[in-house]
């Protein structure tokens, strides 16, 4: 019978001490320093972007500060509830000390928020109810956001205080088909008031198969090794506290980096997108649109707008009339049914956008009082083309080369509706960094010590890191979120059944129960608190 990881004592005992110590002062100031550098970087931009800005009250500043640090907040959660999981392979076996390792994997979390895409974070936000987008400066785009962030926050807290590795992926997408729900059934049924089921399918499919992948991935990576790489020590538990022989350190070490640097770049993006709503609601002038598009480019939006119309022009239908064409775009985006009216509406909608810009002559110039408007034009325009593209078959036939030329019109949209300032990328990394370096330990624990009823080993730690560091970097580059705790957690898991190790079955029905109810959870949760932030505002 395999000896459970508890028996192991001087391993266990060595593990207790190590994670017992105090970080180093010197590396506390140090972190200190970074920290108060980032907080001014973040200040200093945020204040220059609101120079623009003509309020004449407080209250939209205080409400900005408020909901920044809760949106950070989740973000802060996220990161020792998350990248707990990248460290505790390099602490079991030894690789690095815990605060080396914790404070590394903080390091290249950060790298990773900053070198995202953005992707991610705007495939989130497709979730969402349009109407709430388009509102999100209205009381039920407040009452949105904050459902969403607190429900999510509560999930996070409690399954972290039980030491249980949920979703904070799944978690967040769980509050916002709850915010989503409610408002269908709070809302009178016009306009654009319910859950995107298409996109939440392609979300929820790559949140359930991530983790079989991984606990298959990272089993048949082990067994490989075990086939191909005969240098048994690879295979064999930590003695005492020292560390592994140097080519398997240094590639523990790796996968630790590529794990943290593949977490920061997938869920950081998460946090990054509902700072952008916030923004754009409380602040539009600033934010609704990228006034960092140089006037240079005005000239080319046209072009490509006077291409667009060309191709939509082929499409519509002779003596179709329509009123307001937001309202039949609307129409199309919450029923998904196209009609003809649907490509005259969005027809008038791309000139009067490119009529407008070429009037101004430059994003940065659209009057305040209008920038909100403009945007949402805009956002309603790229929402309406992805549906066509989805739906290909029910709405107008558009060749492949018509594709391109639209494709290409939607790009240039999104680069003036979708984008994230530097000073968020900043602020999101310093939170999803000091979330790592203060609430890693229960996490650490669960995972190195309660999935396998052994030791980790050298390999084990190995295949199940790379595993999860190829699964998010996929999802990432797809623009599809993926859960860190549940790729990595499964991925240690398949190893210790490919290597016969056996599983302690009580933490592994524990994860899986916070699997099966953290959707249904977050979902009641943030409906009910969207009812009651409704009704408050």
Not at 324 to 333: K, L, M, T
């Amino acid at each position: 019978m395999a000896a459970t990881f508890e028996s192991v004592a001087p391993s266990k005992v060595a593990i207790d001490e190590k994670l017992a110590r105090r970080p180093n002062p010197g590396g506390v100031i140090i972190f200190g320093l970074i920290l108060a550098a980032g907080l001014f970087y973040v200040a200093d931009h945020l204040i220059s972007d609101l120079s623009v800005e003509k309020m004449t009250s407080f209250k939209p500043y205080l409400m900005l500060g408020g909901a920044l640090l809760i949106a950070l907040g989740f973000e802060f959660v996220n990161g020792f509830h998350d990248t707990a999981n990248a460290v505790a392979t390099v602490i079991y076996t030894h690789s690095l000390e815990p605060h080396i390792a914790v404070a590394w994997s903080g390091l290249c979390n950060f790298a990773g928020v900053l070198l995202s895409t953005g992707a991610v974070a705007f495939g989130i936000l497709s979730l969402l109810p349009v109407e709430l987008i388009l509102q999100v400066g209205s009381s039920g785009g407040f009452a949105m956001v904050f459902a969403l962030l607190v429900a999510a926050m509560i999930w996070n807290l409690g399954t972290w205080y039980l030491g249980l590795p949920a979703s904070s992926s799944h978690t967040l997408i769980g509050s916002i088909i709850g915010v989503g729900i409610a408002n269908q059934l709070m809302a009178v049924k016009t306009g654009t008031s319910g859950v995107d089921w298409g996109q939440a399918a392609n979300i929820g499919k790559s949140l359930l198969v991530s983790p079989l992948v991984g606990f298959a991935m990272a089993a048949a990576l082990l067994l490989i090794a075990k086939a191909t790489i005969t240098d048994k020590r690879l295979y064999e538990a930590p003695e005492g506290t020292e560390p592994p022989p140097f080519w398997i350190r240094g590639l523990l070490i790796l996968t630790c980096t590529a794990v943290s640097f593949a977490h920061g770049s997938n869920d950081g993006q998460k946090g990054m997108g509902l700072i952008m709503l916030i923004l754009i609601g409380l602040v539009p002038t600033a934010y609704a649109l990228n006034r960092a598009v140089p006037p240079s480019a005005t000239a080319d939006f046209v072009a490509v707008s006077a291409q667009a119309d060309q191709v939509l022009e082929k499409y519509v239908t002779n003596g179709a009339v329509i009123g307001d064409p937001r309202d039949v775009v609307q129409e199309y985006i919450r029923t998904k049914h196209y009609n003809p009216d649907t490509t005259l509406a969005l027809r008038q909608i791309v000139n009067d956008i490119s009529n407008e810009l070429n009037i101004y002559k430059a994003m940065a110039n659209v009057p305040p009082q209008y920038a909100r408007n403009f945007r949402n034009d805009m956002y309603l325009t790229s929402e309406a083309l992805r549906l066509l593209k989805k739906q290909k078959g029910t709405g107008p036939a558009f060749t492949a080369t018509e594709w391109t030329t639209l494709d290409n019109y939607k790009k240039h949209i999104d680069i003036a509706t979708k984008f994230i300032p530097s000073w968020v990328k900043v602020a999101v990394a310093m939170a999803l960094g000091l979330g790592t370096m203060v609430g890693w330990k229960r996490i650490v624990v669960t995972v190195g010590e309660k999935i396998g009823k052994d030791h980790l080993t050298y390999g084990q730690g190995a295949a199940a890191e790379i595993t999860a560091a190829a699964t998010i970097a996929a999802a990432d580059y797809y623009g599809l979120p993926v859960s860190t705790t549940h790729v990595l957690s499964s991925g240690v898991a398949g190893t210790m059944m490919a290597n016969k190790s056996g599983l302690q079955l009580e933490t592994v029905r524990n994860i899986a129960m916070a699997w099966i109810l953290t959707l249904p959870a977050s979902i009641v949760l943030a409906a009910f608190l969207f009812w009651l932030f409704r009704h408050l505002t």
